[in-house]
């Protein structure tokens, strides 16, 4: 059984956030929810100052805080690796979220319709700006069951009070496809695909290049691999206030 | 039909004008908290102050998990006091045992309903915690044995205590009359069913003494071993949650008793060394507690990882200094207040200007604070998204703590007169210490999720709405309905029987060794444990390191509401004992 993660070469990350933008598309995600989301990064005094970027995603650990935490069971690990989240078991209790050293976990405060940047509910709006001519298209794939246990576990912006974060685009990896970051990114710095197998792109870039899991000592052993860079340092700081309420 | 209810003690089922503007009041408090329920019910918790971890720079638990955090704190004094009076034989303290268990058992009631706003699916989460709940999560230990065991246990043991009440409350006509023949259900008073009240509540003591340290400290575990969260993770956190809990649970005993003597007339039963002996437990538990903040203190910036020091330093000097601080001074002003009797009085107290300027002080610094938390208040519950006054976040957040400091400043205007009234140390101490732990539940909370992300997200920040504190006002409201209720319903002290009352038959009934009653709640006991034992390690979910999805699912459904029947199996053997229909003895 394959067992994925991803690779991420920080080298090659130009921080042109394409990444989040084909997610925000394939997982129908709301407003302020960055299931993926790259940090905008600067270090060092002017003159001597320099910019780089880390793309972060759900690192679907191995050891997660977050289904430990899960009252319920919503939260759970898949064999073939993810850490997948069942939206229709979820209570809405964010213990998850409080738990996750990554802060990758985003809880629908709203009815997600009307937190998604069109209302597609409203349809005298959707009437305006589209006249009729664009029908709102919903993927199918995200409406449908994975994994050997058949839950509900694809895509975002569900309903109203549950967690939803990174799926690893279950949907899309079942199919034979990478996840939608990695398929988009323009300058191929994700690399998603078997760990386990020495044939695999993600884990000959892994063989070839050392690398470092983000906050290693927490022992929540992540899936997803950071090469071609270092772990930000408390001298790091992001470039932007970054504060996307809804 | 009209009953003549002048016989029941303690003022029980007769409501005068004052109580029911009381409970006009408080249903008042209780509605305005549902409307606020039903803006977040039909809007989601965008209504509240709360946000996600990390972009979008927030707290995910706010008011709502400090205040269940406070009302399970709360409720560890009551059934602790109860079990220690029955453990130890303080019979001094026996009149206020009662009271002790209503408020274990009220308190917990409001801490389950405290949950449930918190929740995003409040309908799932009354579900699939029963359907699903995993050992592993700490919050099974909040659920199953602090609101589900813990509360049965409490009120197993407030049913058994008021059984013997209710039986000499039911020879007197009523409207009560027939629910106290049901509650009394055949209790007659006789010597054996005493000695079987006697042994059972021995017992209870004994049963609840362990499964209490267990749940406060599960409910410290929720933090404490949460790695990823600096400012949390550490071994400090459930015995400090022990300890406040005790805390704010005396403090509110001292209050509740000290209006009890006052409006029921109790001078003669509560005596002033019921409060000096709540009060100096209060000052060891305060002193305790100073000593893990220091500690605490001491681990956080000392040479702390950086992101702990971030934490610890917003806690601090930081955005929430004034609310540690405050918490502090409240905390060391209530011990002085109760250590202030045994302290050598200096002379200047007695000087009569002293006294003249103090007062004219107080009067002026009491007016100032009303003034200023008029003004919070008017901010605080506006439903509308503009500002009423419109004062800037900082200035609006140091005015608590301005107005503590006034509050606190005018106190010593009252030295002497605190000095002199056992009664209004405690009174006062108790408001003090309540108002401390809830503070400090608080600053638990929330700085570790605004400054402890260990990713360089931005600060976050979080203030709560005006739907969280009328929720919480509305649940506060409803627990002080519940003990009016509970007052009017039931004595809140053991009635005397008189020796004309035809209850007290002095038939001795032979009880030697094993009778069909002692192995019919053996049995249960046995089997209460064996199934908490079976359901939680071999039929809900696993524990262990997730590696896959039978990580998630129980074993066999339902298995958590299996383990909570266990519990309550256990505690239900007490009721049996005593319940078990008597052989006639010929």
Same mark, same amino acid.
């Given at each position: 059984?394959?067992?994925?993660?991803?690779?991420?070469?920080?080298?090659?990350?130009?921080?042109?956030?394409?990444?989040?933008?084909?997610?925000?598309?394939?997982?129908?995600?709301?407003?302020?929810?960055?299931?993926?989301?790259?940090?905008?990064?600067?270090?060092?005094?002017?003159?001597?100052?320099?910019?780089?970027?880390?793309?972060?995603?759900?690192?679907?650990?191995?050891?997660?805080?977050?289904?430990?935490?899960?009252?319920?069971?919503?939260?759970?690990?898949?064999?073939?690796?993810?850490?997948?989240?069942?939206?229709?078991?979820?209570?809405?209790?964010r213990?998850?979220?409080?738990?996750?050293?990554?802060?990758?976990?985003?809880?629908?405060w709203r009815?997600?319709?009307?937190?998604?940047?069109?209302?597609?509910?409203?349809?005298?709006?959707?009437?305006?700006?589209?006249?009729?001519?664009?029908?709102?298209?919903?993927?199918?794939?995200?409406?449908?069951?994975?994994?050997?246990?058949?839950?509900?576990?694809?895509?975002?912006?569900?309903?109203?009070?549950?967690?939803?974060?990174?799926?690893?685009?279950?949907?899309?990896?079942?199919?034979?496809?990478?996840?939608?970051? $990695?398929?988009?990114?323009?300058?191929?710095?994700?690399? @998603?695909?078997? /760990? &386990? %197998?020495?044939?695999? !792109? $993600?884990?000959?870039?892994?063989?070839?290049?050392?690398? @470092?899991?983000? /906050? &290693? %000592?927490?022992?929540? !052993?992540?899936?997803?691999?950071?090469?071609?860079?270092?772990?930000?340092?408390?001298?790091?700081?992001?470039?932007?206030?970054?504060n996307?309420r809804v | 039909?009209?009953?003549?209810?002048?016989?029941?003690?303690?003022?029980?089922?007769?409501?005068?004008r004052k109580w029911q503007a009381a409970i006009l009041i408080l249903v008042g408090f209780i509605s305005f908290g549902v409307y606020a329920y039903s803006r977040q019910w039909s809007e989601g918790l965008i209504v509240t102050g709360l946000r996600?971890?990390?972009?979008m720079g927030g707290a995910a638990w706010g008011l709502y998990i400090s205040f269940d955090i406070y009302f399970v704190g709360v409720s560890?004094a009551?059934?602790?006091?109860?079990?220690?009076?029955?453990?130890?034989?303080?019979?001094?303290?026996?009149?206020?045992?009662?009271?002790?268990?209503?408020v274990?058992?009220i308190s917990l009631i409001l801490a389950g309903l405290t949950i449930l706003p918190d929740l995003g699916?409040p309908?799932?989460?009354?579900?699939?915690?029963?359907?699903?709940?995993?050992?592993?999560?700490?919050?099974?230990?909040?659920?199953?044995?602090?609101?589900?065991?813990?509360?049965?246990?409490?009120?197993?043991?407030?049913?058994?205590?008021?059984?013997?009440?209710?039986?000499?409350?039911?020879?007197?006509?009523?409207?009560?009359?027939?629910?106290?023949?049901?509650?009394?259900?055949?209790?007659?008073?006789?010597?054996?069913?005493?000695?079987?009240?006697?042994?059972?509540?021995?017992?209870?003591?004994?049963?609840?003494?362990?499964?209490?340290?267990?749940?406060?400290?599960?409910?410290?575990?929720?933090?404490?071993?949460?790695?990823?969260?600096?400012?949390?993770?550490?071994?400090?956190?459930?015995?400090?949650?022990?300890?406040m809990a005790?805390i704010s649970g005396i403090g509110v005993l001292m209050i509740i008793t000290a209006i009890l003597?006052k409006v029921?007339?109790?001078?003669?039963?509560?005596?002033?060394?019921?409060?000096?002996?709540?009060?100096?437990?209060t000052?060891?538990?305060i002193?305790?507690?100073?000593?893990?903040?220091?500690?605490?203190?001491?681990?956080?910036?000392?040479?702390?990882?950086?992101?702990?020091?971030?934490?610890?330093?917003a806690i601090l000097i930081g955005e929430y200094a004034w609310l540690f601080w405050g918490v502090v001074l409240t905390l060391v002003v209530s011990a002085g207040i109760?250590?202030?009797?045994?302290?050598?009085?200096?002379?200047?107290?007695?000087?009569?200007?002293?006294?003249?300027?103090t007062r004219r002080l107080a009067r002026a610094t009491g007016t100032f604070t009303i003034a200023l938390l008029a003004v919070l208040a008017i901010e605080v519950f506006n439903p509308t998204e503009q500002a009423v006054i419109g004062l800037p976040t900082t200035f609006m957040q140091w005015l608590p703590l301005a107005a503590a400091i006034l509050a606190l400043l005018s106190i010593v205007s009252y030295i002497?007169f605190l000095?002199?009234?056992?009664i209004a140390r405690s009174v006062l101490s108790g408001i003090l210490v309540n108002l401390a732990a809830i503070a400090k539940r608080y600053l638990i909370v929330v700085p570790s999720q605004t400054h402890?992300?260990?990713?360089?997200?931005?600060v976050g920040s979080y203030s709560p709405t005006w739907v969280e504190y009328s929720i919480i006002l509305g649940l506060l409201a409803f627990g002080v309905l519940l003990f009016i209720t509970?007052l009017?319903?039931?004595?809140?002290?053991?009635?005397?029987?008189?020796?004309?009352?035809?209850?007290?038959?002095?038939?001795?009934?032979?009880?030697?060794?094993?009778?069909?009653?002692?192995?019919?709640?053996?049995?249960?006991?046995?089997?209460?444990?064996?199934?908490?034992?079976?359901?939680?390690?071999?039929?809900?979910?696993?524990?262990?390191?997730?590696?896959?999805?039978?990580?998630?699912?129980?074993?066999?459904?339902?298995?958590?509401?299996?383990?909570?029947?266990?519990?309550?199996?256990?505690?239900?053997?007490?009721?049996?004992?005593?319940?078990?229909?008597?052989?006639?003895?010929?």
């Amino acid at each position: 059984m394959a067992k994925y993660g991803m690779v991420i070469d920080i080298s090659r990350c130009t921080g042109c956030r394409a990444c989040m933008e084909a997610c925000k598309v394939e997982n129908n995600t709301p407003q302020g929810s960055f299931f993926m989301y790259v940090f905008r990064f600067e270090e060092g005094e002017y003159p001597n100052t320099r910019i780089w970027f880390m793309p972060r995603p759900c690192m679907h650990c191995d050891n997660p805080p977050c289904v430990k935490v899960c009252p319920v069971g919503a939260r759970y690990k898949m064999a073939e690796g993810f850490t997948a989240t069942d939206w229709d078991r979820c209570i809405g209790c964010r213990y998850c979220e409080v738990a996750c050293p990554y802060g990758v976990n985003y809880f629908n405060w709203r009815n997600p319709a009307e937190s998604h940047y069109l209302n597609w509910e409203d349809d005298r709006e959707i009437e305006l700006i589209l006249d009729g001519e664009v029908l709102p298209y919903a993927n199918p794939d995200l409406e449908l069951e994975y994994g050997p246990e058949m839950r509900h576990n694809a895509g975002g912006g569900r309903l109203k009070g549950v967690v939803e974060k990174c799926t690893f685009c279950i949907h899309r990896v079942e199919n034979g496809l990478d996840p939608a970051c $990695a398929a988009n990114c323009p300058t191929n710095a994700l690399h @998603f695909g078997d /760990l &386990e %197998d020495p044939e695999s !792109e $993600a884990s000959q870039i892994l063989h070839e290049q050392s690398g @470092f899991q983000y /906050l &290693e %000592d927490v022992g929540a !052993e992540p899936r997803v691999h950071y090469v071609g860079g270092h772990p930000p340092t408390t001298e790091t700081r992001e470039i932007e206030i970054v504060n996307v309420r809804v | 039909m009209r009953f003549n209810t002048e016989q029941l003690p303690f003022g029980v089922a007769s409501l005068s004008r004052k109580w029911q503007a009381a409970i006009l009041i408080l249903v008042g408090f209780i509605s305005f908290g549902v409307y606020a329920y039903s803006r977040q019910w039909s809007e989601g918790l965008i209504v509240t102050g709360l946000r996600d971890i990390g972009t979008m720079g927030g707290a995910a638990w706010g008011l709502y998990i400090s205040f269940d955090i406070y009302f399970v704190g709360v409720s560890f004094a009551g059934i602790t006091l109860a079990a220690l009076i029955r453990l130890l034989n303080l019979k001094q303290l026996k009149p206020i045992s009662r009271m002790a268990e209503v408020v274990t058992v009220i308190s917990l009631i409001l801490a389950g309903l405290t949950i449930l706003p918190d929740l995003g699916q409040p309908v799932r989460g009354l579900t699939n915690l029963f359907r699903y709940a995993r050992p592993q999560s700490p919050f099974f230990g909040t659920f199953t044995l602090v609101i589900s065991g813990y509360l049965f246990g409490s009120m197993v043991y407030l049913y058994l205590d008021v059984r013997r009440d209710a039986a000499i409350m039911a020879q007197k006509s009523s409207r009560f009359q027939s629910l106290y023949k049901l509650i009394a259900a055949g209790y007659r008073d006789t010597p054996a069913e005493r000695a079987r009240h006697s042994t059972t509540s021995l017992w209870l003591s004994i049963a609840i003494l362990p499964l209490l340290i267990t749940a406060h400290s599960t409910l410290g575990f929720v933090f404490g071993l949460q790695a990823g969260r600096p400012g949390w993770f550490g071994s400090l956190q459930a015995p400090a949650f022990v300890i406040m809990a005790g805390i704010s649970g005396i403090g509110v005993l001292m209050i509740i008793t000290a209006i009890l003597r006052k409006v029921l007339g109790l001078e003669e039963q509560l005596k002033p060394e019921i409060f000096k002996w709540m009060g100096n437990f209060t000052i060891i538990l305060i002193l305790t507690y100073l000593y893990f903040m220091v500690v605490d203190w001491l681990t956080g910036s000392y040479a702390a990882a950086p992101h702990e020091a971030r934490v610890s330093d917003a806690i601090l000097i930081g955005e929430y200094a004034w609310l540690f601080w405050g918490v502090v001074l409240t905390l060391v002003v209530s011990a002085g207040i109760l250590i202030s009797p045994y302290l050598p009085s200096p002379k200047i107290i007695e000087n009569p200007n002293f006294r003249r300027t103090t007062r004219r002080l107080a009067r002026a610094t009491g007016t100032f604070t009303i003034a200023l938390l008029a003004v919070l208040a008017i901010e605080v519950f506006n439903p509308t998204e503009q500002a009423v006054i419109g004062l800037p976040t900082t200035f609006m957040q140091w005015l608590p703590l301005a107005a503590a400091i006034l509050a606190l400043l005018s106190i010593v205007s009252y030295i002497p007169f605190l000095r002199e009234s056992i009664i209004a140390r405690s009174v006062l101490s108790g408001i003090l210490v309540n108002l401390a732990a809830i503070a400090k539940r608080y600053l638990i909370v929330v700085p570790s999720q605004t400054h402890g992300t260990l990713l360089p997200y931005n600060v976050g920040s979080y203030s709560p709405t005006w739907v969280e504190y009328s929720i919480i006002l509305g649940l506060l409201a409803f627990g002080v309905l519940l003990f009016i209720t509970f007052l009017k319903i039931f004595p809140i002290m053991e009635v005397e029987a008189s020796k004309s009352d035809p209850i007290v038959e002095r038939k001795p009934g032979p009880e030697t060794g094993l009778t069909t009653r002692s192995i019919l709640s053996l049995g249960l006991v046995v089997i209460g444990f064996a199934l908490q034992f079976v359901s939680y390690f071999f039929l809900a979910a696993p524990i262990g390191i997730p590696t896959n999805e039978s990580f998630s699912n129980p074993r066999l459904p339902y298995s958590p509401a299996l383990f909570i029947g266990g519990v309550m199996l256990v505690f239900l053997a007490a009721i049996v004992y005593e319940l078990f229909p008597e052989r006639e003895v010929s």
